[in-house]
């Protein structure tokens, strides 16, 4: 076997290193502020996600003009959510974890059985 075929330790399945904490700009600027959104949407802001949906199932055509509250109330949780630093660290150590054991397996996550 070639140095080219042997398995590398730090490269299992050809995925990149999965102890590399390095980003690249489209995992910065998008698929860790994804993570951010849907945690913030889900977690930290539901009422007001809540809220703003019943309004626009209620006023159908009208919402722009009668939901500007509940939008202005969703706006400002998720815009709280997104300037927090911590929880940006978090929602990047989430993508870190994630990505390493993408790397680590070679399954995505959504085909991945978690053990509990």
Same mark, same amino acid.
């Given at each position: ?37 849907? =945690? ?9 996600? %809540?809220?703003? @949906? /019943? &309004? ?18 969703? =706006? ?9 630093? %911590?929880?940006? @660290? /978090? &929602? ?25």
């Amino acid at each position: 076997m070639s140095l080219e075929q042997q398995p590398n330790p730090r490269n299992p399945h050809g995925l990149g290193d999965p102890s590399d904490t390095s980003l690249r700009n489209v995992e910065r600027e998008v698929l860790i502020p994804k993570i951010m959104r849907d =945690r913030a949407r889900a977690e930290f802001c539901s009422k007001e996600v %809540a809220d703003f @949906e /019943e &309004c626009c199932k209620a006023s159908s055509v009208f919402m722009v003009a009668t939901c500007r509250k509940q939008n202005s109330a969703l =706006r400002d949780c998720l815009t709280h959510w997104y300037q927090n630093e %911590a929880f940006k @660290e /978090e &929602c990047r150590a989430i993508y870190l974890q994630e990505r390493s054991e993408y790397r680590s397996t070679g399954i995505p996550k959504k085909h991945r059985v978690e053990k509990i």
